[in-house]
């Protein structure tokens, strides 16, 4: 039956929806008191990595859509962050503020059940979180694992490195495109938008072949703008090499090359190696089921001159999102 939650306080809530028995032996104590207690054993003398993002209705998704797909993309948006650190999930919190209408018990039902589904693909569990009442947005804080010096970073890319990209880029701006055309949207194209699966086996094999790592949220150049940024280098990007998928280029004639250096929500590692890198990282590839393509090469710094389209300054009109300024 669907009914309102209005009757329902955050603790039923909580209770009804979200507290489960872990399916991890190192959550000493997870939901139900003040805080979570966690076995540090279970970082195996690694270091521990926390990364934190929020998603926010109509603004990281539309409003209409199942709560399911919510639930999921707010979890495999955050694991992407997991993913470009090296890092494995362990455990996270889950902020939830909900409106006060059209939260319904069948919304509850399917937002718990997308969220329980996709973290136990990964290996991650809920230990806690808050739930109050607002315009509905999702906050996601993950703790993850990952050794000494093997961590992937922003700030360690260097001139001649080679850039590389897991999979396809522009998929979702292509489906993001035909959602709100209100077009017909393939199923591929609906699952990568919905349910970007964050690359968390890849992250774990290219530690020690890296120089440095971030995921494509905003766009290729944008993200790739803050490895040169963080590193204090300048990037050439082969546009002819970018990797958009034979769909997208049949849909979208005219602005695939646009979707894939400019359109976010793709969820894809960027990275930079040296060349010599270059065969481990193909297998590094091949082992995680994630197809690697080199796209361009680290320069020396050329002042404001961030990324470089064959030649052609981009960086003035970088189009990547910003929420800000
Ligand atoms: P407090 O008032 O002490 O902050 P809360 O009522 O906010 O406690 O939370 C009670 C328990 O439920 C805590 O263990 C908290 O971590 C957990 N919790 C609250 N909201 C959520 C949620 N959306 N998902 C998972 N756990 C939650
Ligand atoms: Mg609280």
Redesign the pocket.
């Known amino acids: 039956m669907v009914v309102s939650v209005l009757s329902m306080d955050?603790?039923e809530?909580?209770k009804n929806?979200?507290?489960r028995e872990s399916f991890r032996s190192d959550v000493l104590l997870?939901?139900?008191?003040?805080?979570?207690v966690l076995d540090l054993k279970a970082l195996d003398n690694e270091n521990l990595v926390m990364s934190t993002d929020t998603l926010v209705e109509n603004v990281h998704f539309p409003s209409s859509i199942n709560a399911g797909l919510i639930a999921k993309r707010a979890l495999c948006t955050n694991l992407s962050d997991t993913a470009a650190m090296g890092a494995v999930p362990l455990w996270f919190?889950?902020?939830?503020t909900l409106p006060e209408e059209n939260t319904t018990t069948a919304w509850l039902t399917d937002f718990s059940q997308g969220l329980f589904e996709e973290a136990e693909k990964f290996g991650c569990t809920?230990?806690?979180?808050?739930?109050v009442r607002g315009h509905l947005s999702i906050t996601i804080t993950i703790c993850g694992k990952a050794p000494d010096k093997e961590v992937l970073k922003r700030t360690t890319a260097e001139p001649n490195d080679m850039i590389f990209v897991s999979g396809t880029l522009g998929d979702g701006r292509a489906a993001l495109s035909l959602i709100q055309q209100k077009k017909c949207v393939s199923e591929r194209l609906l699952y990568r938008f919905y349910c970007p699966q964050p690359m968390i086996d890849l992250g774990v094999e290219l530690r020690n072949l890296v120089s440095s790592c971030i995921d494509i949220s905003d766009g290729l150049v944008s993200d790739l703008t803050h490895i040169c940024n963080a590193s204090k280098v300048s990037a050439v990007l082969d546009v002819s090499k970018l990797p958009v998928h034979e769909e997208v280029k049949q849909l979208f004639p005219d602005d695939f090359a646009e979707f894939g250096l400019y359109g976010g929500d793709d969820y894809q590692l960027c990275f930079t190696a040296p060349e010599s890198e270059k065969a481990k990282i193909i297998n590094a590839g091949m082992r995680s089921n994630s197809r690697i393509t080199p796209i361009g090469r680290i320069v020396k710094s050329m002042g404001s001159n961030k990324v470089m389209l064959e030649g052609m300054d981009v960086n003035e009109n970088i189009s990547g999102y910003r929420h800000f300024g």
């Open positions: 955050e603790f809530i909580i929806y979200f507290k997870g939901i139900g008191d003040d805080g979570a919190t889950l902020s939830l809920l230990v806690g979180g808050d739930t």
